[in-house]
């Protein structure tokens, strides 16, 4: 298989080689979901070339990498930071997404706890009522007084 920019797809390590990274980076940001890959006819992992520069930016060419020595440790520092600025970016977004899914299943939890709660609250009325009812009968039933019946003293 020939690897090079003229591909669309290439595997991690070549990956890695085009953008002046390693393949630990590589799969971080798969793992990370900044960043998609694809399965091939063997069963490999092969990244999409424009993904890969879509995450980490243009290709290094072999030109740039013959800058002066005071140049490079700083440009090649910003880059570092704005790639992984890119990739902090990306995973904020994924988090703010979480976050306002969670919130969303977190509001219909409470509308359905608060339905709930009238359920119980209605259903306890009627028992109450019921209960009451058995109540005011017993108590009528004690209250009144027994019918005394008056004899004679002398029978």
């Known amino acids: 298989m ?33 960043m998609s890959a694809t399965k091939n006819e063997q069963g490999a992992t092969v990244i999409d070339t424009s993904e890969l520069f879509r995450v980490f930016g243009e290709p290094v060419s072999k030109n740039t990498a013959n800058v002066s020595d005071n140049v490079a440790p700083n ?23 979480k976050s306002a899914l969670l919130a969303e299943a977190v509001a ?28 005011k009968a017993q108590a009528v039933a004690v209250a009144l007084p027994s019918v005394r019946r008056w004899r004679w003293p002398w029978s």
């Open 2 to 34: 020939q690897h090079g920019l003229n591909m669309a797809f290439v595997g991690a390590s070549e990956a890695a080689r085009l953008i002046g990274r390693n393949r630990a980076q590589i799969y971080r940001a798969l793992k990370s979901g900044a």
């Open 108 to 135: 219909d939890l409470r509308r359905e706890r608060d339905r709930l709660l009238g359920l119980v609250e209605s259903q306890s009325e009627q028992v109450r009522l019921l209960t009451d009812q058995r109540e």
């Open 75 to 97: 440009n090649s520092q910003q880059a570092a930071n704005g790639h992984e600025q890119a990739g902090l970016s990306a995973l904020l977004a994924a988090e703010r997404e």
